[in-house]
């Protein structure tokens, strides 16, 4: 076994090009694939994580439906309805977040967008406050200070204070904001402890003010959804459904809205992520078969070359099973090392990515690894097919007689 595999690396050694040719496609094969489903594992497990965080009795209430767009806005008006018309309820948050940038011109700088809220936010998303209180009353005049609770990044990245009044400039950057820019007093109120992120959105980033103020500065009265928690996980179906005949017929009948509950979001998740799993496995399968077609042609031209070897080798005693033996290490080498260096390639640029990239690449595992019995599936699937497209060269080389190899050259 020593002497062969011996000679298995000096042949491949010899024809570096081709080697590395196969080598190559087969890192790139495991590379590519181990990225793409690290990225849709982690996305998933990252997503269903934080929507498990905030609990199995909140409802989410969104404009629209997946097959048409909302005919009458969700409003203030209809987030009211729910609270006073829908039993078993412990908090209603209207939010609005309508693209207004934050600017503080004595800092030079921009905190973040701004979102339009009341205090049972701090309920549903699981609040904690660290200093001051989440009061968000308003006097409905822009000429008095806005209350502002404030994201824990913003807060202990500038340096915030309970009651520390900010000149801003509140400028809208969506088509249905007021134009222009509204100079206004900022005073904060509340300041949050860390949270983390939601369905990708850091919240620790977040800041909120009261959701009349909001309609003012973007004279609009479209929410963009409304948050609802039950009182029990036991009346999550009843108040989903009541919800609907509530939001109903506000809507003139119009069945123009979502409904999601927890259990409704894991499902959506899921769905959506199973159109991105349908597109990697046709990626999987090209790059298999890539990876594949590399093995067959190389090996075909290495019994082509190596015929005068086979026939002497078949001269001296050599048996047909040594001489397919041969060609099948040789195959075995080259696609384990691409298999393995893929790997490693794969690991260092999932952390990387997860680590620098941001946003959708940082959900991407660490250490693809993680992926469990995919992983080793993955890994067995492709030695296995690289082995199998190498048998045919492998066969044709065992089959060649010592008179056939030698007199055809």
Known sequence: MTGRSTL????????????????????????????????????EQT?????????????YVE??????????????????????????????????????????????????????????????????VSEGTFALDWQGNLSAPLPIVVGYNIWTHNDLSVGQELPA?????????GGGATQVNLIVEGLLGPRGSLAGTNLDDAIFTPISALEDLTNSISLTYIFVSASSSQYVSQVTSDISTVVQARHQGY??????SEQSWVSYV?????????IISLVEATLLMLSSMSVFVVM???????????????????????????FLLEASLMSVTGIGVGVILGTVVAGYLKANAGGFYSYLLTNPMDLGAYF??????????????????????????????????
């Open 8 to 43: 298995a690396f000096r042949y491949l050694w010899r024809q570096k090009m081709r080697t590395g040719f196969v080598v190559l496609t087969f890192t790139a094969a495991v590379t590519v694939t181990l990225l793409l489903t690290s990225a849709i594992v982690g996305t």
């Open 47 to 59: 997503f269903i994580g934080e929507i498990n965080a905030l609990g199995v009795t909140w409802i």
């Open 63 to 128: 404009p629209g439906t997946s097959n048409s767009a909302a005919i009458y806005p969700l409003t203030v008006g209809d987030a009211q309805a729910i609270a006073h018309n829908v039993s078993h309820l412990s908090a209603v948050a209207p939010i609005m977040i309508d693209g207004l940038s934050v600017n503080l011109p004595s800092w030079g700088k921009s905190l973040s967008d701004i979102t339009g809220t009341n205090a049972s936010v701090q309920t549903i998303f699981k609040y904690g």
């Open 169 to 177: 400039t509140i400028v809208s950057l969506s088509a249905s904001g």
């Open 255 to 260: 069945q123009d809205f979502t409904v999601l």
């Open 270 to 278: 899921h769905d959506q992520l199973a159109q991105f799993t349908s």
């Open 300 to 326: 075909t031209m290495a019994v082509k070359d190596r015929r005068r070897v086979i026939g002497a080798m078949r001269a001296i005693g050599a048996h047909r099973s040594d001489i397919m033996g041969q």
């Open 376 to 409: 080793y599936e993955l890994l067995g699937i492709l030695w296995a097919v690289g082995f199998l497209f190498s048998m045919v060269p492998a066969y044709q080389a065992s089959r060649l007689e010592a008179v056939e190899a030698l007199s055809s050259l």
